[in-house]
């Protein structure tokens, strides 16, 4: 069911539109992110991860979403506020998307009937914790929880992706990246 992901538009956080093929020839790890999540401070993680291999051509695509018990309840220019001084993101971020459920948007779609289990870090009891707060994913491809990742190559093929608790800097990932930028 892949479409071509260069041809899906997406809203940068300022209320722009951004044809994803700005990013061809890059590798995309693509990211739910919220602002008032436990995950949170895997924003600082992201922009290490952004900082080292950005001059390899990595870019990461932050997209904020309030689909987790309401994690990330303001608006785009306050979830860009708290980016910024929080965590002095400077990859780019998107203006809040629906990532599951009905009107789930297209991107998110794309990638989750293109890559329908992420890698697990098993040892975390991540998705237990959650069943036991009552949350359960819908169907087995949806989306876990916030800081979800996703990786796409140069050519705009999804190849990876990585569950929640998963940080940008566990040795998985950061091989998974640097296998796809051609370390």
């Known amino acids: ?44 993680a992201l922009q290490d991860l952004y900082e080292n291999y950005k001059k390899l051509g990595l870019v990461i695509l932050g997209f904020p979403s309030n689909d987790f018990r309401g994690q990330e309840p303001g608006t785009n220019e306050e979830i860009l506020e708290f980016c910024s001084l929080r965590y002095n993101v400077t990859f780019p971020m998107f203006a809040k998307t629906v990532v599951c459920g009905n009107h789930q948007h297209p991107l998110f779609k794309m990638m989750t009937a293109a890559v329908p289990q992420s890698l697990k870090n098993e040892s975390s009891g991540f998705e237990a914790r959650l069943a036991e707060m009552g949350h359960h ?29 998963m940080s940008p800097d566990d040795p998985a990932l950061v091989a998974a990246v640097e296998k796809a930028l051609g370390c």
């Open 1 to 44: 069911m892949q479409t071509d992901i260069y041809s899906i538009d997406v809203i940068d956080i300022k209320g722009q539109s951004v044809d994803l093929s700005r990013f061809k020839g890059k590798v995309m790890l693509i990211v739910n992110v919220a602002s008032k999540c436990g995950l949170t401070k895997q924003y600082k």
């Open 137 to 165: 994913k819908a169907a087995p491809h949806d989306i876990l929880w916030n800081f979800e990742k996703f990786l796409v190559s140069r050519t705009g093929n999804l190849i990876g992706r990585f569950a929640p608790d």
